[in-house]
């Protein structure tokens, strides 16, 4: 919010009539202690900029309260979240957060896509974890499966010095990757 300099404000002005008339008074002992004219027609105007001044006051008081309360509200209600998920973490099995930790591994590592991974805790010739504890794993990893169709076909490129269709054919072959094809499509066109 851009404020006036406060020679720009009229209530400033007004204060300096006032006090320049206040001023010449004082010059004058012998004159009567009377109000001048001048001065009984601003003193309505000065109750007025007071009576503006307080409502302004209150105003930007009842804003101030009212942000104040919203933000509370908002902390509370993140608080509660916070308290929500940790609860939730906190009654899920332990095999549920195994194959979880799992899963991280296989995307982070090994850069395998959703399908893969999901087969791969639920083999009997590897992690062997009951189909409950594998879906719940991917429901609830973090990861950017197009990236990890990315760093595959990278790998595949690099090692293997494949064509990009055959890089292609490898990242959405139920034999092979199990990426989805935008996933795989995603991959081919940014590889490098």
Known sequence: MNKKPIYKKWWFWLGIIV??????????????????????????????????????????AEAEKKAAEKQKAKEEAEAAELAKKEAEANSVPREHKAALKSAQTYAEIMHMSKKGIYEQLTSEYGEK?????????????????????????????ESMNMSDSGIYDQLTSEYGEKFTKEEAQYAIDNLE
């Open 19 to 60: 006090v320049i008339g206040l001023i010449g008074n004082m010059g004058d002992k012998e004159a009567k202690p009377s109000a001048t004219a001048s001065e009984v027609a601003t003193q309505p105007k000065a109750e007025t900029v007071s009576t503006e001044q307080t409502t302004e006051d209150k105003e930007q």
């Open 129 to 157: 974890f009951d189909k409950e504890a594998a879906q719940y794993a991917i429901d609830n990893i973090q990861v950017d499966w197009k990236e990890n169709a990315l760093k595959s076909a990278q790998n595949y490129a």
